[in-house]
């Protein structure tokens, strides 16, 4: 079966919403500076022992390979601004995993007598789109509280609606994500992004077969996705409470599709993966029944990560993409993983 028709309809979406790739080039955007770029490092010594402490000459930025010059560097303090939004995503979650995910935040909501240490708040993914819930608040039980009592509502685009109904669950997942970098941006500080879900479809496969034309929609939607978490400050995790009843192929399977993307001919629909998405924006892809257990580690990295800006060198090329790497010797450091020239 040949679905390149189907993708059609996600490219004639991403076609609405996504801005013009190649804008005409003018003498004042030849003189303009280029924007510096601020990458939150979380920096570890083994497996989750963050490393503090650590002086501005102990870290490289290298940008396609090539080291840059820190413009400014610092240790974030614990009283800087952190907001922490946990999705509940019921377009592409199991009805009955729905209910235990709530179950799970409320419980992590409660813990320490409801006392959070960063300002949060949650929001639900249906078919109607996503509603964020409140403003953000340290007043963990009476955000449990209100979750108790939210409508999450029947679905209508089930799982086993086949291609088209993956993709419109595709399309809904991507366009919560355009307006959760949209709400994002306009806080201070650092944003964690916490996506309760396996992730939306990634419909990528032999059968589904891409013309130029849909490459390039998609390429610009990997430019559009990466240059908003970027510029709003959000680190992306994604938090599958399947655990060991998700199929191993399935939830592995958009490594295939991490790396970066230079070229549209390169582009697959799983370059819009979730866990994709949240492993380029430095965060975190975690896979336990236990949501607790990940929303607290997930959110441990805003307790203990580096400030680094740097200028990126003037390009000629729009939409170029650059390989980011924050080397720190002897330990291992993580932060996003590339970005696009303007």
Known sequence: MKCSSSVAIVGLLLTLTVAPLHPQKTAADESKPTTPISLDVVVTDGPRKFASGLAKDSFKI???????????????????????????????????????QRQQIAKY????????????????????????????????????????????GLREIRRDQGFYGAVDRLTISLNALREIAAFEKNLPGHKLVLWISPGWPLLSSVEVQLDDKQQQEIYKGAVEFSTQLREAGITLDSVNSWGVEESLG?????REFVKGVSRPEQTQLGNLGLQVLAEQSGGLVL??????????????????????????????????YHRLQVVVKGMKARTRQGYYTP
């Open 250 to 254: 399935r939830a592995f399977y958009y």
């Open 287 to 320: 896979n336990s029944s236990d949501v607790v257990a990940s929303l607290r580690e997930s959110v441990a990295d805003a307790d203990h990560y580096y400030e680094l800006l740097f200028q990126p060198k003037p390009s000629e090329k729009h939409a170029e």
């Open 62 to 100: 290298l940008d396609n390979g090539v080291e840059q010059p820190l413009m400014s560097f610092r240790e974030v303090a614990a009283n800087d601004p952190v907001s922490v939004l946990i999705v509940i995503d019921a377009v592409n979650t199991p009805f009955t995993a729905v209910a235990y």
């Open 109 to 152: 909501l409660r813990a320490n007598d409801g006392r959070l240490e960063h300002t949060t708040t949650y929001g639900i993914l249906t078919d109607a789109g996503i509603r964020i819930f409140n403003q953000p608040s340290k007043d963990g039980a009476a955000l449990a509280n209100e979750l108790d009592q939210a409508e999450i």
